[in-house]
């Protein structure tokens, strides 16, 4: 609790014991006064001690325009009831009020701490070697290509490489699992995970800027702009509500007696209850706390949610489209066939291959050149063309080679028989004639099948593969996964064409998430309703252009980010059910004179406190 908290407890309990006294005294010895003038300035004595800050709000907000909130309805609201000498009612309402704004505010805080405490990972310095000894500096003065040095128990400052030392890193600030990672001399280690045991050296290769530590903590601080429509609703609807019923109050406290020719102080009375009842904070608060609790509890998990309108659209996705390679494949290619035609050998094949592929950065042109294991030299080839979506044309010794898939052979008029194994197929040719094929395959990540059935087990109606790969190849791994739709053999352009389409065919409330990891994902990440990008091997590009990033890769998430997002609007709509239905109900009691200034109490603070209590369990969501 902070020291602001704690100062209002105890004004809540100073004014409770003597507001407690004054009822005592009032029923029971001065029964008979009860209603005296005297008892005005005895009462007010506990009403400033506790409410004096909502009053001095009230008029804060006159002077600045800002009229209509829950501070001047509770200043009108009490003046009214000392007004009709309902002097006891007057300092109860102002009493447990402030028991609920200061429940609310340790509810609040609570709420933020789920995420404040990724906070945590923030290095305040990073340490560099001058002349044999270690300086503390700026994280952000550290250029890149430095070599900063880890000690056991410190966190990693910024993104880079093992050059000397060998660890356990842990990484359960970014992902929420508890397992220690090793990094070793060559492995990469990102930003925000605690060092182990012995000491590391770390070539930085990105800026402070730039690193996995910085973007993280930017995606939270903005994760609370963007709110969802539901938030949207209650603000737009707050901005009306409130000057209607307070409109509606005054109408309530002289139509009627004009009408009826008196009666002043009991319809001024219904129209303090009217007031009180109209408070909205009930909705005004726990709206966003709901949504608040959600996007912690998937924090907790490794999980970082961009917004509260991101975490609402993942409660209606009714469709999920992967991409195959880095998502659900390790992305990591093996050579598992070699098919020479007549007048080749395997090692003349794979060496034909390996020099086609030789200034190809792909990891299929470097699972070939690692099967074939020896240094290339590459002066052998020119005239190196490579045609999008389909191969590469070179010159090997002077002849002309081609190698790709098998459109690009019917392209160049080359006959040869489609390879129906399950992998990726580089075809060969050279001068015209078919030269063999070689099949790469990939593997699938650890869990990948499971977390596909949780997937659909989590209320998600399908899901759509998409790969640039070969149908048949594609349509194994989908089989193996239980994805019964696959988009296969798609151009880097077709994907965004492939998922407008999908678009077009979901239903009006229903949304649609992709899943990426790769540069070439940013543009459908954007277009989608939701993306998901993975972020600790993701490029910066995809996690940039994701609503939501996974930050162990681990696509088990999805389905805990799913369930998360259902069960908090759940809690969301639950709670704008009850308050607006408690509300209207003790408004129109109100108005006839049935509901009391208690009545109205509980229908304001009451139905806040059971509404804020049901949004905190979004904060105990595993």
């Known amino acids: 609790m902070t020291s602001k908290q704690k100062k209002t407890l105890y004004r809540i309990i100073a004014s409770g014991v003597m507001f407690a006294v004054l009822m005592v005294l009032q029923h029971t010895v001065l029964h008979e006064q009860g209603h005296a003038i005297w008892w005005l300035p005895l009462y007010a004595v506990p009403y400033l001690l506790v409410g004096y800050d909502v009053l001095q709000k009230a008029f804060q907000n006159i002077r600045n325009g800002q009229v209509f909130d829950e501070h001047f309805l509770m200043m009108i609201a009490t003046f009214g009831a000392f007004g009709v000498q309902e002097y006891s009612e007057a300092c109860a309402v102002m009493l447990f009020y402030q028991v609920g ?34 300086q503390e500096v700026d994280p952000d003065d550290v250029e890149i290509g430095t070599i900063i040095v880890v000690k056991p128990g410190e966190r990693i400052p910024i993104d880079g490489i093992v050059t000397e030392g060998e660890s356990m ?35 930085t290769t990105k800026a402070f800027e730039d690193s996995t530590v910085s973007q993280i903590l930017e995606l939270v601080e903005n994760a609370s702009s963007k709110k969802a429509r539901v938030e949207n609703f209650i603000t737009r609807f707050a901005r009306y ?15 009627p007696p004009l009408a009826l020719g008196g009666g002043w102080l009991d319809w001024i009375q219904r129209a303090c209850v009217f007031l009180v009842v109209s408070c909205p904070c009930a909705l005004v608060i726990s709206v966003p706390l709901g949504f608040f609790g959600g996007i912690g509890a998937a924090s907790k998990s490794g999980v970082l ?15 999920l489209v992967l991409d195959k390679t880095g998502t659900l494949t390790k992305g990591e290619f093996v050579v598992s066939e070699i098919a020479p035609a007549e007048g080749y050998t395997e090692s003349g094949l794979l060496e034909l291959a390996a020099l086609a592929e030789g200034y190809s950065t792909h990891p299929i042109a470097e699972s070939i050149r690692t099967a074939y294991g020896k240094s290339l030299d590459l002066e052998r080839v020119t005239d190196t063309e490579e045609e999008a979506g389909h191969g590469i044309c070179c010159r090997i010794d002077g002849r002309e080679v081609l ?23 580089v075809y060969l040719a050279a001068e015209g004639a078919f030269a063999g094929s070689i099949v790469i395959s990939d593997t699938l990540k650890p869990g990948v099948k499971e977390a596909i ?37 798609l151009l880097p352009g077709d994907k965004v064409k492939a998922v407008e389409d999908l678009l077009a065919a979901e239903p009006e409330k229903g949304k649609l998430g992709f899943v990426g990891d790769g540069i070439n994902d ?49 809690i969301v709509k639950a709670n704008i059910v009850f308050a607006l239905a408690v509300k209207f109900l003790v408004l129109i009691l109100g108005a006839l004179g049935i509901a009391n200034m208690w009545a109205a109490v509980f229908a304001d603070v009451g139905v806040a406190v059971i509404a804020i209590l049901n949004s905190m369990r979004t904060l105990n969501m595993r």
């Open 101 to 134: 704004e200061l429940f609310q505010s340790i509810a609040v805080g609570r709420s933020r701490k789920s995420i404040s405490d990724l906070m945590e990972i923030y290095p305040d310095y990073a340490n560099i070697e001058v002349d044999g000894e270690l």
């Open 169 to 203: 890193v842990d990484t359960s600030a970014l992902t929420g699992e508890p397992v220690p990672r090793r990094a070793a001399p060559g492995e990469e280690v990102i930003s925000g995970c605690v060092n182990g045991a012995s000491l590391l050296k770390i070539r």
């Open 241 to 255: 509500y409130t000057p209607a019923v307070t409109i509606g109050a005054v109408l309530l406290a002289v139509i």
């Open 305 to 319: 949610v961009k917004g509260s309108n991101f975490l609402e659209a993942v409660g209606s996705m009714d469709t």
């Open 403 to 425: 190698a790709g898939n098998l459109r690009l052979m019917e392209q160049h008029g080359i006959s040869c028989d489609p390879v129906e194994s399950a992998g990726t197929v």
């Open 453 to 489: 059935a949780a997937i659909h087990g989590a209320g998600v109606s399908r899901c759509v593969m998409l790969t640039g790969d070969r149908r048949q190849a594609a349509e194994a791994v989908a089989g193996e996964l239980g994805i019964r739709k696959v988009l296969a053999e």
């Open 522 to 570: 940013a543009p459908v990440l954007s277009r989608a309703d939701i993306g998901f990008a993975m972020g600790s091997m993701g490029s910066d590009a995809a996690i940039e252009a994701a609503d939501i990033v996974i930050m162990d890769d681990d696509i088990g998430k999805i389905p805990r980010v799913i369930r998360i997002a259902r069960k908090t609007m759940g």
